[in-house]
């Protein structure tokens, strides 16, 4: 006779919850539990059926997460907290990179693998909301970010206009008047770049210290070499500022590196503040403040979203009677040493 | 009459085989073409039958890379250079987070989702060679590291002894003779940990300075705050060291941390010496020196390997045949401000 899961649970004492918990390799297990149950597993030669139990449930009990680049810290970072999120709804969550190609996004959205996965969390650079209007296939999904704003799907997104605004009151609240903007950009995919510059902007009209566009630098990307080599054009420049706000962690990182090759002393002679909040910058010499999102509350929200969605369509009511769904996350200013000094 | 990517090609004036690397979402086709592409796609209306191509492949098109941790920076760095092998066969790659929890690992080699992937690339930190042995799914496969060297399966690694050997040498090449280890690790996962002492107790005995106990810091884990933690404990013992070899640069930048914390010149009074070579230490002030592991060469050889199993699979050729191969990617030394100063 084969080998059940209750037969398990029997010999080793244990729920068949918690086998099936144990077999599904959820992460909330005590060890010693987990060993227990390992232990009768293998006593018994027990081989949980999970294809089967797939097919009863018409899902593979994977989501899959897409972002443009697996190798930015703030979306590693996510990526973790998702795969937390994801595990309390008992799911895997597989990490795809697009490199914000529009071609590879239309595909994530279109179904391209909608046989692998039950959900998608995609985080888009290029996609536009026409893209998203001509989207057939039905697989939920849930989108991060300001690139889609006010489009035809559930969304987790902060304000970053507050957030800007924020960040930019925080180094005028120091006394400093000649404030920079790194990480402005031209291009469509720009979106977040330029709702942190809204925000720049207003937090500056409403201390009175005009807009002076000589200090706001474009990058092409958003990546430390680009915040290196834009602080040293603004260091070159006609107006040498006094504080910089940069759009994003990794500029700043880039920009305090140029600083201390000039021998600029950081934040006596320059302020600095990024964006995003990830590990580098709570270690890196001088620490750095920063806006931070809730990264934990951003992926909650996004699996919630994802779970609703299942559950919509497991229950068979109509697409048409739920609405997208707009959710803003929280996020906080934090002050370290680049502004606030030792 | 349906429309063929025949026809897509002949109005865009490309060959089928552009349409095909447009469609698949390849990244190698120049933004130009893509666009003729894309826009003699959307006249048409032409759908692409994914599915029909997958099941006359017999194959997803879909690898999946399994890590412990999505948001340590080496992993994240080797996934994006693994994206890129695998575009150059068609492949998408889905990153899987491990939690270097056994368990997980199990089920990863077990064919979990035998049905989604056409092979697997694994980073194991818990698996046991008993757990290889006893694997009897037949999805491609080729690991990654040190866990389980001489196992029955494909794997990429570096020499980690001389790795290890190399960056102490070039401490005590410094004139440095008070070096410590930080990383060293006792659970049975620390094998990484092993293999670089190992080679770091190799230096110091041919250059015949003696091995103190007392100045090998061991950390749970390689992560920045256990390289500040373990920092601080080495300048509070006996013996202050004028040299640190960090078993990774996560753990180098915590202790540079720690050091700017307490006013100890960097690398004056310690000179240290990280592993990975990770985008953060070409960036911190002081920038740091470290090993290279080859990453672009592991994640080449990775998916080579693993299109030599498909290959060997499709010929229907016995397994037996093919014996496991163990392939060594390169590594070198670089030197930055943390142990040359500026």
Redesign the interface.
């Known amino acids: 006779m084969r080998t059940t899961l209750r037969d398990v649970a029997e010999l080793a004492g244990v729920s068949p919850k918690t086998v099936s918990n ?1 077999v599904n ?1 959820y ?1 909330h297990v005590r060890a010693e539990t ?1 060993t227990r149950v ?1 232990e009768a597993i293998a006593t018994l030669n027990y081989r949980p059926n ?2 089967a139990r797939s097919l009863r449930r018409g899902r ?1 009990g ?1 989501i ?1 997460l897409a972002v443009p ?5 703030y979306f ?2 996510l ?2 907290h998702l ?1 937390a999120a994801a595990d309390r709804h008992g799911w ?6 697009t ?1 914000g ?1 529009r ?2 996004e239309r ?1 994530v959205i279109g179904g ?2 909608d ?2 996965i039950d959900g998608l969390i995609l985080s888009p650079l290029a996609l536009t909301v026409a893209d998203l209007a001509e989207r057939t296939d039905s697989t939920p999904m849930v989108l991060l970010g300001e690139r889609v704003h006010h489009g035809p799907a559930d969304h987790v997104l902060i304000d970053n206009v507050a957030a800007g605004r924020d960040a930019t009151a925080h180094l005028l609240g120091l006394g400093r008047t000649r404030i920079s903007a790194i990480g402005a950009q031209t291009a469509a995919a720009g979106v977040t770049a330029r709702v942190r510059l809204r925000g720049y902007r207003e937090a500056l009209a409403q201390a009175g210290v005009p807009f002076d566009e000589r200090l706001v630098a474009a990058t092409p990307r958003f990546h ?1 070499a680009d915040g ?1 080599q834009a602080m040293a054009e603004l260091l070159d420049g006609p107006t040498r500022p006094d504080a910089v706000f940069c759009f994003n962690d990794l500029l700043a ?2 920009a ?2 140029t600083l ?1 090759d000039r021998g600029v002393r950081v934040p006596d002679d320059i302020a600095v503040i990024g964006f995003d909040d990830i ?2 910058g ?4 001088p ?1 750095l403040s920063t806006i931070s999102p809730d990264k934990r509350q951003i992926a909650d929200l996004s699996v919630d979203l994802l779970d609703q969605q299942l559950r919509v369509g497991a229950a068979g009511r109509a697409d048409a009677e739920h609405g997208p769904q707009e959710v803003f996350a929280a996020y906080r200013l934090v002050e370290r040493e680049s502004t606030l000094g030792r």
């Open positions: 144990v390799g992460l987990r390992e999970l294809s593979t994977v899959a680049e697996l190798d930015v810290p590693a970072e990526a973790r795969v895997t969550v597989l990490v795809d990179q490199e190609v071609e590879r595909q391209f693998r046989q692998l430390r290196a990182l880039g305090l590196r201390a590990e580098d709570r270690y890196s010499v620490t």
